[in-house]
């Protein structure tokens, strides 16, 4: 096997663009890792071409004995990638503490289960109250589009719960935790106007002896996105049947680093650690329930119920061929939150070998788009992003637990 330790140093030291959320220094540790399996090699080899980002994150003994969250990067912050469906993380959390905060603020039975009514909030809408994918009761609830996210990553769900919090309520709750640098400003698979959304509708709460409404509300913008490295994407796009040629703009799109997307996620699956910053308010039942549904396979779910011949156990967790090259599938558990977008292919990953209790944070996202053009739906997803999947995850779970 050839040696590329050297050769991806210096490219790493030589993509120092600084961006918002800053660029981490190249680590020993995972550039080796990266070099240990052949099968990285292709998108390594040109990781600037590919837009490749990785971050390891190791759980270490603090000076105090606390225990905290250790990044490890290759290319983190070096530009711009399109987080897609991984912020529903941070929608689910958002979610999650609105009804935290209604019960408390009201005094009434808000819980996850209270079943919604969503009022049209534009001219091509009408009230919304049916999960057909609801199997207890038929409708829609806070509990079931949080599965929902995480069990098949549904954006209908996702558009729920932005919708539910504010683009400003999500905004407030990442500031809580610690993070500043996300910016998650938009729905997801239905196209709305910067203005559009920052509205929400009027959403009621039907409890059994109870009825409580949110009106309509419309958040305070966020300020102006600071500058991106590499926000121009491609060298054309679709919109509608024409093509615009030239590169697509993403600075007014969702933005998060790959160093706080991970963070994130640490502090939804591990409230013990230190993962750089105070880490998100939740109750322990909401938090519990969310790393059931992020953890389970589709055909785990009793509800809502999936075929596993359409949402396999490899659905939404594109880490998992190549782990159980290393441990049998029976023995790991995956608590994660994937997006795929535009090209850009993204994995949030807390991954723990049952048997033996270790565990390792693993984020990477990379970019395949060979003809440059976006909405064509053209990407090389199954020929490039999930075998690199696959292989980091094998390499990695090589290099710690064998």
Known sequence: ????????????????????????PEDALLVSILDTHEGL?????????????????????????TPILRQH???????YFYPASTVKLFAAVAAAQKVAELRETTGLAIDLDTPLVYHPQFEDGEPESADEENVEGGKITVRGQIRQIFLVSDNQAYNYLYELVGQDGLAESLR???????????????FRSAEENLQS????FLGEDFAHSLPTRTAEPLPPAAPIDRSLVGKGYYSGEELIEEPMDFTLKNYCPLVDLQ?????????????????????????EMMLEAMSQYPREST?????????PDTYVKDL????????????LRIYNKTGQAYGFSTENAWVVNTETGEGFFLAATLYTNADGILNDDEYEYDEIARPFFADLGEAVARALWE
Do not use: W
């Not at 998992?320 to 023995?331: A, D, N, Q, S």
């Open 1 to 24: 096997m050839r040696s590329r330790v050297a050769a991806l140093t210096l490219l790493v030291m030589g993509l120092g663009a600084v961006v918002r959320g800053g660029v981490m």
């Open 41 to 65: 090699a292709e998108v390594v080899d040109k990781a600037a071409e590919y837009r490749l980002q990785v971050v390891l994150g190791l759980v270490e003994e603090g000076p105090d004995g």
């Open 73 to 79: 990067a290759f290319r983190a912050g070096a530009e």
């Open 176 to 190: 809580g935790a610690g993070l500043d640098a996300p910016r998650v400003v938009h729905r997801l698979s239905e």
């Open 201 to 204: 509708p009027r959403i009621d």
């Open 263 to 287: 963070r994130g996620l640490c502090m939804v699956v591990r409230p013990d650690v230190d993962c750089g910053g105070p880490g998100f308010e939740l109750e322990e039942t909401d938090r």
């Open 303 to 311: 509800n809502p119920v999936y075929d596993p011949e359409e949402y």
């Open 320 to 331: 998992l061929p190549g782990l159980e090259r290393v441990v049998p599938r029976e023995k």
